[in-house]
């Protein structure tokens, strides 16, 4: 049961106006605002996930609903730095190198946003290195994403990089890789469409 | 060469053409017509980087008669890495990852899509678009995805009138070369070239050029149905790009670029609404015109093949990308020829024994009854083993081989009367920027003969609206 249900409902149905109006009449009754998150916006995303994954909604009702999240978000996030919000995980998402596609990484960024976790997003075309950063920087996902079977071969170089340091998990998915590919380059997970990528995400985080 | 020699190569040519016709009219050829779409394999079977074929014309369509020629195929796009940087540099168009400047030099081409809040067109401009399409596009789009050219109003420049000369005159230099280079095709090795002609579908031109995706995804809910019109207006327009540059001799199908008018890429209900109701009439406008088109179904179409079945049998080859090729030759394979469905990861990252035991199950399976066409599922860059393109080859030389004797392709179609409107909304009819009756009221009464004087004036007029409509759905 979502704490805030004109929040989730708002979120659900896409409608950005009233998420930004729902956060802020929250915030005014002294909601905490991570609660705000992880039990209205972050339900009513995952939801729209599992009616992704089940065939019910498409693409355009997903970038909808994340569009009416950012909405809650923009007002949100400001103030959790100053809460004690801690994120139930810290991810990076990036196109590897060589590749500039990036509408299945943006929908995997949104998806993991809606999700609750910490998102960087890397961008287009990137090196190993990037993914080092981004590491160093706390995150403990790194994705890569490709639209080329010519390009996603350099998805093996940042497994390989990272594949001897167990904190670091890498997850690979975009439209020509699969399952089997994953496994033989030795990648922690594999993510078939972007709402599935938060599923893949939290089981790596679990260990699983 | 001798002309035995020349003879020799026009009955391999005339051989190789009733193959790929018979196959594409859904019936048995002597055996399955081999045609890959290779686009920057070419460059590495000829020795070439990305950046050479693609900043170099010459050495992209040299690569690709040396493919045709080695592998001895019976058909090959003239030049699959179409985007020549040579015209794209002319006029600074924005839209392209070129090789060795936005990519390294070994990596293909790219498009880049632009942001959600960077699209060509703003969601706010449907009227100006609907009202007029061939106009917008000369005064909005060319302006924002150009460098170079400045829109009407602001104050004109050296730079913006040389990318205008020189877009053009490259624009016709490169589409004047592909007269010789499928003729040295023909007389080289015998080879036929695929397609002719280019088409795309109403819904997916404004998500590729004009909104981008998220951004038409966003207006499909705000405002469906200014989306519906924009559609409609651009209807007569992509069926006369369609028409005028398909082979006028009725043989080789126009290409269909299919993008993103698919589950998930758009709810069924959209698809039903804006995507079918504006390419459906178009291709069977094309085929009562004579004119088979080639569905490239890029991704996955498998929501869609029961509307497919609604146009008439034959009309269309329908090539197969990541969708099970089985399960389209099951649902599709009685009306139409397929094309394609071998997975590009086989041929680029498995061994050849792989490759051939998947082509012997498609050449046994789907290419049964005819009407399938030896190729790999994506178009083909440069990471594809050359072993298992012959591998592919081989295998179809030796199995795809039909007992008996072949069919001959049917008529064509009767012409019959079309039912597209012939202006959709806008206020320039297709093929024209400014009309002839425009032009004639600023000038005096024409003595002599008035209608040479407008015959001359349309047929210039058309070539600024090639140059638009060809940077919209070409480049």
Redesign the interface.
Do not use: I, R
């Given at each position: 049961m979502p704490v805030d249900q004109e929040l989730f409902d708002a979120v659900r149905q896409a409608d950005r106006d009233r998420v930004a109006e729902a956060v802020r009449a929250a915030i005014d009754r002294g909601a905490p605002v991570s609660s705000l998150l992880m039990n209205s916006m972050v339900p009513a995303m995952r939801e729209i996930g599992d009616r992704f994954a089940a065939g019910e909604v498409y693409i355009p009702e997903m970038l909808m609903a994340a569009r009416a999240m950012q909405a809650g978000l923009d007002i949100i996030e400001p103030l959790l730095g100053t809460s004690d919000h801690e994120p139930i995980g810290r991810v990076a998402v990036g196109t590897v190198k060589g590749d500039m596609h990036d509408i299945g990484k943006n929908l995997v960024v949104m998806m993991l946003k809606g999700s609750g976790y910490e998102v960087t997003d890397l961008g287009v075309d990137c090196p190993v290195e990037k993914y080092e950063e981004a590491a160093a920087g706390g995150a403990t996902v790194l994705c890569c994403s490709a639209l080329l079977t010519s390009t996603m071969t350099y998805m093996e170089q940042v497994v390989g990089r990272f594949q001897k340091d167990p904190a670091i998990k890498v997850i690979v998915g975009g439209a020509p890789v699969t399952q089997r590919f994953a496994e033989e380059i030795g990648a922690d997970g594999f993510a078939e469409h972007a709402s599935e990528a938060a599923r893949v995400v939290s089981a790596c985080l679990a260990g699983e | 060469m001798s002309s035995e020699g020349d003879n020799g190569m026009e009955r391999l040519y005339a051989e190789r053409l009733a193959r790929y016709t018979t196959a594409m009219r859904n019936e048995r050829p002597d055996r399955v017509p081999i045609r890959p779409f290779v686009a920057?394999f070419t460059a590495r079977h000829a020795g070439f980087t990305c950046q050479e074929v693609t900043h170099d014309y010459d050495k992209a369509f040299v690569a690709a008669r040396r493919c045709a020629a080695d592998f001895d195929w019976d058909a090959v796009v003239s030049n699959m890495v179409y985007v020549w940087t040579g015209l794209t540099q002319a006029i600074g168009m924005r839209y392209y990852?070129v090789p060795g400047i936005?990519?390294?030099p070994d990596?293909?081409f790219?498009?880049?899509?632009p942001g959600e809040g960077e699209a060509f067109m703003k969601a706010d401009e449907y009227d100006e678009l609907i009202a007029n399409p061939t106009a917008f596009l000369y005064n909005v789009w060319l302006p924002r995805v150009s460098s170079e050219i400045v829109p009407p109003g602001a104050a004109s420049s050296y730079r913006s009138n040389l990318a205008l000369v020189k877009g053009a005159m490259a624009m016709m230099q490169y589409f004047g070369a592909f007269g010789t280079q499928n003729a040295q095709l023909r007389a080289e090795s015998g080879t036929v070239s695929a397609i002719a002609g280019i088409f795309k579908a109403p819904l997916d031109i404004l998500a590729d050029k004009l909104r981008g995706?998220?951004g038409l995804?966003?207006d499909?809910?705000e405002q469906p149905d200014k989306v519906l019109e924009a559609c409609e207006a651009l209807m007569p327009h992509l069926y006369h790009v369609a028409k005028t540059t398909a082979d006028p001799l009725q043989q080789v199908p126009i290409g269909y670029w299919m993008h993103r008018g698919c589950?998930?890429?758009?709810?069924?209900a959209?698809f039903d609404s804006h995507y079918w109701p504006t390419v459906r009439p178009i291709i069977e406008e094309l085929w009562r015109h004579g004119h088979q088109t080639l569905f490239y179904a890029e991704?996955d179409w498998k929501h869609h093949l029961e509307s497919f079945r609604e146009l008439p049998d034959r009309s269309i080859v329908y090539h197969v990308d990541?969708a099970d090729v089985f399960d389209v030759h099951e649902r599709l394979g009685d009306k139409f020829c397929l094309s394609g469905g071998i997975p590009?990861?086989l041929l680029?990252?498995r061994p050849a024994g792989d490759v051939r035991e998947f082509c012997k199950k498609v050449l046994d399976v789907v290419a049964a009854d005819g009407g399938y066409i030896m190729d790999a599922s994506?178009i083909m860059?440069?990471?594809t083993r050359a072993e298992n393109l012959r591998a592919m080859t081989e295998c179809t030389r030796e199995h795809g081989v039909y007992s008996g004797s072949p069919s001959s392709p049917p008529p064509a179609p009767i012409v019959a009367e079309g039912s597209l409107p012939a202006h959709g909304g806008s206020t320039t009819a297709p093929g024209q920027c400014i009309e002839w009756a425009t032009r004639a009221a600023t000038l005096p009464t024409i003595e002599g003969d008035a209608d040479l004087v407008e015959e001359v004036w349309n047929s210039i007029d058309s070539l600024g609206n090639v140059f638009i409509w060809q940077w919209l759905l070409s480049f």
């Open positions: - | 920057e990852g936005d990519v390294p990596v293909g790219q498009y880049l899509e995706y998220v995804s966003m499909m809910c589950v998930p890429f758009v709810s069924p959209q991704g990541q590009n990861f680029s990252h994506a860059q440069n990471d």
